[in-house]
Each structure stands twice: as C-alpha cells, then as structure tokens.
C-alpha cells in the first residue's frame, strides 16, 4: 500500500511571510495524482492544490504551489505571502490514477500556526 | 450547488449504545468515502462506494463498524455497540468517479462515547 508521510507536525510563520509544507510519499506506480487538503478549525476539509504525476511543471494556485519531485517522491507546499486565514491543518494526499474509485491515502498533518 | 453535507454535527452517546451518522453527498458523485479522525491525528480510511461495485469495506476497524448507501445518494455509518476508542470525528466524501477527480468533504460528526 502506498505511504504518504508529513514530517513537520507543526510549523509556524510570520504574517506575510513564506513558509514551504513537506510531504514524501512512497509508491511503485507511475501514474497517480496528489493533493494538499487544507482543514480549518471548522473541520471543513478544502481542496488547496492538486499534481497529476505524468506533468512536470509544478501545480500553482495563487499564493499556494507545489515542489513536486517525482524521483524523491517528494511533494512540498509552499504557502506564499501568508495570510491569517492560512491557519489550519494541512494535508497531503495520494491517489492512484489506475481505477476509477481507488482509495485516498492521507498523511498525518501539519499544524501550521500564522503569527501576526 | 450543494456540498456534502452530514448529520448529526455532533453526538454524544453512552458507551454501549449504537449509534448512526448519515452523509449527503453531492448529486451525482458516484463514489462516497467515510474516514474516521482522532483528535490530533489523520484520516483514518474506514469504507468506499463506487457506483454499483461492491464496496471497499478494508478500513473498517471491527465488525461492530458497518456503512450502508441506497443507490448514489445517502449513506449511513452505522457503529454497533460502542466503546470510548470509537471517539473521533466522521468525515465523508465525495466524488465523481475517476482517479483524477478530488474528494470534497463533509463538515464531519464529531462523536463523544462516555
């Protein structure tokens, strides 16, 4: 089964301020497509930003984008002129993209913290 | 449209006790997901419906744990008999079906057993 580890339990950055999210994830495939999902204190999980495998120009989003290394397996969110309404939960995510309903395999979170 | 939306918001019940918690998901989304979140912690994988295969069932942590979907449209979790581990936010998902399409997520219940 496939793995998708966040290193970084917590992370805090100043207002205004670029903070960058990291994700590893460990597959055998080749096609697949990942996610960072972003959860507010209202538990309403949110879409941020999604990569499909086979592209190699990075996911951009306004201030959000992605580092998305395909050989390190690696899928980092970068956060750009934060804002205090970035203050959340963050998680990565991966999908296969053999199938048509495959499961989601979620990491274990970033807690980030915006200080004014 | 409408978003994925789920009932009760919160529910507190007494050890022993079964409870259900339902999801509506967004019309047309063929393929639903519950997950289960301890505080603090990830998502936790319990079940999946695609469209009219039978449903991945992998994640569900012990029989007392069942989920039922009528059709396309809502879904039910049902936890039979339950004990204080089962604490945690429920969150379901929606989606359409196909590997590239993402999950959009319910509000989640938020279940308290004392």
């Given at each position: 089964a496939q793995t998708v580890t966040q290193s970084q339990p917590e992370?805090?950055?100043?207002e205004a301020e670029t903070v960058t999210l990291s994700c590893t994830y460990d597959t055998s495939e080749s096609d697949y497509y990942l996610f960072w999902y972003k959860q507010p204190p209202s538990r309403q999980m949110i879409l941020v930003i999604r990569q499909e495998a086979y592209k190699q120009q990075n996911a951009t989003e306004n201030r959000f984008s992605v580092n998305f290394q395909k050989a390190a397996k690696s899928f980092s969110l970068k956060i750009s002129d934060s804002q205090l309404g970035d203050a959340a939960m963050y998680f990565c995510a991966y999908r296969s993209a053999w199938g048509t309903g495959n499961q989601f395999y979620f990491g274990t979170g970033t807690s980030l913290t915006v200080i004014p | 449209g409408a978003g994925v939306s789920q009932s009760p918001s919160n529910k507190v019940t007494e050890k022993g006790k079964d409870v259900e918690l339902r999801c509506d998901p967004i019309s047309g989304h063929t393929a639903l997901y519950?997950?289960?979140?301890?505080?603090?912690?990830?998502?936790?994988?319990?079940?999946?419906?695609?469209?009219?295969?039978a449903p991945d069932k992998s994640g569900l942590p012990s029989d007392r744990f069942s989920a039922e979907r009528t059709g396309e449209s809502v879904s039910t979790l049902t936890i039979q008999r339950t004990q204080q581990e089962d604490s945690a936010v429920y969150l379901c998902a929606s989606s359409l079906l196909g590997a590239t399409y993402e999950q959009y997520f319910g509000p989640g219940t938020r279940l308290t057993v004392t």
């Open positions: 992370m805090s950055v100043q | 519950w997950y289960r979140q301890r505080l603090g912690q990830g998502l936790e994988f319990l079940i999946y419906f695609q469209g009219n295969s």
